[in-house]
């Protein structure tokens, strides 16, 4: 009699888990494209994540303490996780990743931006892309932000009587069109007294991929792209159409046409909110004259020949257009050669575009010079 009940309940059994197999072999599969795509796109996130245990040693050179930089590099944020974001499509997510801390309003802070503004507070935004926002920075208070920051607040805030506040909104790949997006609706509304740009590189960088820097996506918004086309596929649905031309071959000239335009709009948003702009030229190995190391030159090294010299004449017809917008009132400061006066043992480049906190230092230190008198006349 039980052999007799058994058959059946061993036939439901294993039904059962036949029926769930199905199921979780299933969700497997279709998960699998999603997670392949999240894989490959957060293998940037950490500079460990990208270097061999060699390359931490000889890289770590590039920081005040190796030794301490080369043991936290997984730690150390290089590409932060992105969000869906109004009108730049994507930008920084809220919340720790590595040693990134991103408020709710996606600026690189520990603390929020307190609206209505503080009376007698002098309130400065940062924008640009990975240089603004401090990938390969050792910690949050190595960004360029966190230095301009604490240099202001020790030698120009008790002068000026004033609070001094600055943040950074900033995102990896971002060029001068998002920062221009940003002023117009974010940063505009923020009661800013002065935002920054720290910019002109990417807009090179973007140029050199062929894509036009009023109409693309980063690789941020294209890893977006990827996931909706994959759910769109398993919902038997056909893929989004192409709405971005590729390849798009740009002159100099014509991005150099393209940075005018976006700060020149940046200019006149800020205006309109009775704050200054100033817009830095960013340096980058491929233009330095500084004395490079051996293992920055075989940095510099990398790009081939027609790449450098692309940045070179996109920095050249930045510099010509740049000079001719100061003269009309444009506050700017070319950065781009600032460490031409250190040595070959002052590593100071991480790779092409980046830097350890040494480098980081440096220009946080220049802005805040820079930026001392522009606060001492609003005052």
């Known amino acids: 009699m039980m052999l007799v009940l058994a058959q059946p309940l061993l036939g439901v059994v294993t039904l059962v888990l036949g029926v769930c197999l199905g199921i979780w072999l299933g969700r497997y599969l279709a998960a699998r494209p999603f997670r392949q795509e999240h894989l490959e796109f957060s293998a940037s996130e950490t500079l460990g994540s990208m270097l061999t245990i060699e390359e931490r040693e000889t890289y770590a050179s590039a920081y005040h303490d190796p030794a301490s930089a080369a043991q936290q590099m997984d730690q150390i944020t290089y590409a932060v996780p992105n969000i869906l974001t109004p009108f730049v499509t994507c930008g920084p997510k809220p919340g720790h990743s590595g040693n990134a801390f991103i408020n709710s309003m996606q600026f690189r802070s520990r603390v929020e931006v307190t609206m209505p503004k503080p009376g007698r507070t002098y309130r400065i935004f940062l924008t640009g892309g990975s240089t603004a926002f401090g990938s390969g920075a050792p910690s949050q208070e190595a960004i360029i932000g966190a230095v301009v920051e604490r240099k202001l607040k020790e030698d120009t805030a008790k002068e000026v009587n004033l609070q ?19 002023i117009e609706n974010r940063l505009s509304e ?8 720290l910019s002109g590189n990417n807009d090179a960088h973007w140029a050199a991929e062929e894509r036009d820097i009023l109409w693309l996506r980063t690789y941020a918004d294209q890893h977006m ?8 596929k398993l919902a038997g649905l056909t ?4 709405v971005t031309e590729h390849p798009v071959k ?7 046409d393209r940075l005018e335009k976006n700060i020149r709009l940046s200019s006149l948003a800020l205006s309109l909110a009775k704050a200054e702009y100033l817009f830095v030229l960013q340096p980058m190995i491929a233009l330095s004259t500084k004395p490079l190391s051996s293992r920055e030159e075989k940095v510099r090294g990398e790009s081939p020949a027609p790449a450098a010299n692309h940045f070179r004449e996109c920095y050249r017809q930045f510099k010509t257009r740049l000079s001719v917008m100061s003269n009309e009132g444009l506050s700017y400061l070319d950065m781009s ?7 070959a043992t002052d590593e100071i480049f991480l790779d092409s575009y980046h830097f350890g906190d040494r480098g980081y230092e440096i220009i946080g230190i220049a802005l805040a010079e820079a930026i001392t008198p522009m606060i001492q006349k609003r005052v």
């Open 337 to 343: 050669d600032l460490f031409a006066n250190y040595k």
């Open 190 to 197: 923020l009661s800013p007294d002065l935002v920054i740009s």
């Open 250 to 256: 740009l002159t100099p000239e014509q991005v150099a």
């Open 239 to 242: 893929p989004m159409p192409e």
């Open 164 to 182: 001094i506040e600055v943040f950074t909104l900033a995102n990896p790949a971002w060029s001068s069109t998002h920062e221009r997006i940003l």
């Open 225 to 232: 792209w990827n996931l909706l086309n994959l759910g769109r």
